[in-house]
């Protein structure tokens, strides 16, 4: 058969995808892809032009040119049926709010796409030369975009092939003996509008370079704190336009980087647009919490891990300021009984959406006491949850409203899970339990629970 008749072929079993979609829904569109992916038939014929860089079509030119712009994402799925689908889905993600059920629901349907797609849509913008780079890529917006680069890989292949690579999050890891100012140069971040900064090997580098690159201004960025940061801040391009900061520190002991009073006051007129704020195992001075009432931001998100949640935390919980935010991720590994009483009733507390709690002392009381109004997700980290905990969770019904539960790295325990499933979900949709020791008769528990047949997602490792 000509080429003619090949594409033709595609053509007519393109418009068969289109009506069993209408015929038998998701399900069924889903299975003719596979099948049709299974016998090497690719349904657009343009996904079998030649991709190398002077016959790319112009909206995959477009997603290696600007990896990070939805314009030419919303472009590349309309020129391509099969991915639109895929595509469409983590674009409207990006929208959803966090308290709407299908922000859910969407989030897992995109993460299927990706892992089914990925071979497909990582031949389609990347460059054949950067093939095994394209392969090892994590999805940003549903593309692999997201990549983790260091100098021996940007030196292996040509600046030329580079400068095609779709990478919107940069993550870079530094060695000792990098030079900070050819990795700045490269085009592989030139395009990136985030950027994550790794230097366990050479924690006193300087950033500044980096932060200065040429191209797309950032828009979230990670790095470890150090003394000398905000200098290397201010050499941001466009630091009004960054919306994301995560600080961190490689130092433990007397060399650790302790966040001060007057840092925030700095970060704050330096970066008047932050709406989301972490700071990852860096001890931040009880000046600087409180200092965060003053910041200005109307952070949506914030991230801390603390030794313990004691009262300037709570203080600053419990201050106007921290009214904004929706989704918190909270780490200790103690809650202290004055802090546990403030939180109980704090007006952040009160408004959040979205909790990650590290599991911790003191845990218990809090989760028997909390008055959550608006919380519709809830994530505990382990490794280890008192029994006392599942039983004032399951106890509290301000817990109603979960959308979605998540035990990550939690041990939970047949016992435990006799106690869950005693508790009134009636909105619950994902319940996600990765790591445990639940036997048979535990998970049959959870099954059981008046709430299991509404469920979406029943994500429990079974062991065999």
Not at 134 to 140: K, R, W
Not at 217 to 231: C, G, K, N, V
Not at 392 to 418: H, P, Q
Request: aromatic share 6%; charged share 25%.
């Amino acid at each position: 058969m000509g080429r003619g008749g090949v594409v033709q072929l595609r053509l007519q079993l393109a418009e068969w995808r289109i009506v069993i979609d209408e015929k038998f829904g998701e399900d069924g569109q889903l299975a003719f892809d596979q099948v049709c992916e299974a016998a090497g038939v690719v349904l657009d014929p343009s996904l079998d032009e030649p991709t190398d860089d002077d016959s790319v079509v112009d909206e995959v030119a477009a997603v290696r040119a600007a990896p990070a712009n939805r314009a030419a994402i919303r472009a590349l799925a309309a020129k391509y049926p099969r991915f639109a689908e895929h595509l469409t889905r983590a674009l409207e993600l990006e929208t959803l709010r966090l308290d709407d059920p299908r922000s859910y629901t969407l989030a897992r349907q995109v993460t299927a796409g990706a892992n089914e797609r990925r071979a497909a849509l990582t031949e389609l913008v990347w460059p054949r030369e950067l093939a095994k780079v394209g392969e090892n890529a994590s999805f940003v917006r549903g593309l692999p975009v997201a990549c983790e680069l260091d100098a021996n890989m940007l030196q292996t292949y040509r600046d030329a092939a580079w400068a095609q690579a779709p990478i919107a999050r940069a993550i870079l890891r530094l060695g000792p003996r990098d030079d900070v100012d050819e990795l700045a140069a490269s085009p592989a971040i030139a395009r990136a509008n985030e950027l994550e900064l790794f230097a366990g090997h050479a924690p006193d580098a300087d950033f500044a370079p980096l932060l200065a690159r040429p191209g797309v201004a950032l828009e979230r960025l990670r790095m470890p704190w150090q003394p000398t940061s905000i200098r290397q801040l201010r050499a941001l391009p466009a630091p009004a336009q960054l919306r994301s900061l995560s600080l961190g520190d490689a130092f433990e002991g007397e060399r650790a980087n302790l966040l001060r009073e007057g840092d925030l006051d700095e970060l704050s007129a330096l970066l008047p647009g932050l709406t989301a704020f972490a700071l990852t195992n860096l001890k931040p001075h009880a000046d600087a919490l409180r200092a965060l009432e003053h910041t200005g931001w109307a952070l949506d998100h914030f991230a801390i891990e603390l030794p313990a949640i004691n009262a300037p935390f709570a203080e600053l919980a419990t201050s106007p300021a921290m009214r904004s935010v929706r989704r918190l991720e909270l780490r200790a590994k103690q809650l202290t009984g004055v802090a546990a009483t403030a939180l109980a009733t704090s007006p952040m507390f009160a408004e959040l959406l979205v909790l990650e709690l590290g599991t911790c002392a003191g845990l218990a009381a809090w989760l028997r006491s909390c008055t959550f109004a608006n919380l519709v997700a809830l994530t505990l980290r382990g490794p280890e949850l008192a029994f006392e905990a599942y039983e004032a969770f399951a106890a509290n019904r301000v817990f109603e409203r979960l959308i979605s539960l998540s035990f990550a790295s939690v041990n939970v325990t047949d016992k435990a899970a006799t106690v869950l499933a005693s508790a009134r979900l009636p909105a619950l949709r994902h319940l996600t339990i990765p790591w445990h020791q639940l036997t048979a008769a535990g998970i049959q528990a959870l099954r059981d629970a008046p709430w299991a047949a509404q469920l979406e997602t029943f994500s429990v490792l079974e062991r065999t």
